[in-house]
């Protein structure tokens, strides 16, 4: 079955900037979307169609793509930022597929 | 403003059944695609099922012939019926509604709170 790749934890200190990298081999083909999940709290969509910021979401939540990997990037990290990041997309036959998460701890 | 709120979750033995509500409010469940995505205790996400505005359904093969999805349209409801759970089932569910970005392919913009199924003895 089809699978995304994250790295298990990723770590920064405050004010820096944090990358999180997802690979699948579809995603030259299929869009990328990022939640943030903060414990005991749903996911919050904080990037759609590998690059697009939906409303309210702070302007240092970035993402990008290049060939089998998709990245997000968080400039200027804060506290708050501390959080479960997941990737999605899908497979070839457009079903659902999640990353399995990366912890971003914030030093 | 757009709410999901969930309710139904608890405890039922191995091969029992349980039915999950989604209540909306801010937006119209049935002209739009709603989803259910369920979290294992410390995992990561699952997509179990969707419904299309048209109806149709789809399901993870994980739950598939054993989960339904439904709505009430007069309720502003979604609905997951689940039969024949197993252990493997114990998660958080949330329901999701889920937007088309390409033909066929979709995410989820908005999130209710989730509820938790425990399916143990």
């Known amino acids: 079955s089809y699978e995304l790749t994250q790295p298990p934890s990723v770590s920064v200190s405050p004010g820096q900037t944090a990358r999180i990298t997802c690979s699948g081999d579809a995603l030259p083909k299929q869009y990328a979307y990022w939640y943030q999940q903060k414990p005991g709290q749903a996911p919050v969509l904080v990037i759609y169609?590998?690059?697009e910021r939906p409303s309210g979401i702070p302007e240092r939540f970035s993402g990008s793509s290049s060939g089998t990997t998709v990245t997000l990037t968080i400039s200027g990290v804060q506290a708050e930022d501390e959080a479960d990041y997941y990737c999605q997309s899908a497979d070839s036959s457009g079903t659902v597929v999640f990353g399995g998460g990366t912890k971003l701890t914030v030093l | 403003e757009v709410q999901l709120v969930e309710s139904g979750g608890g405890l039922v033995q191995p091969g029992g059944s349980l039915r999950l509500s989604c209540a909306a409010s801010?937006?119209?469940?049935?002209?739009?695609?709603m989803s259910w995505v369920r979290q294992a205790p410390g995992k990561g996400l699952e997509w179990v099922s969707v419904?299309?505005?048209?109806?149709?359904?789809y399901y993870a093969d994980s739950v598939k012939g054993r989960f339904t999805i439904s709505r009430d349209n007069s309720k502003n409801t979604l609905y997951l019926q689940m039969n024949s759970l197993r252990a493997e089932d114990t998660a958080v569910y949330y329901c999701a509604r889920t937007r088309i970005a390409v033909a066929g392919t979709y995410y989820f913009d908005y999130w209710g709170q989730g509820t938790l199924v425990t399916v143990s003895s």
């Open positions: 801010g937006f119209t469940v049935s002209s739009n695609y």
């Open positions: 169609k590998d690059s």
């Open positions: 419904i299309y505005s048209g109806g149709s359904t």
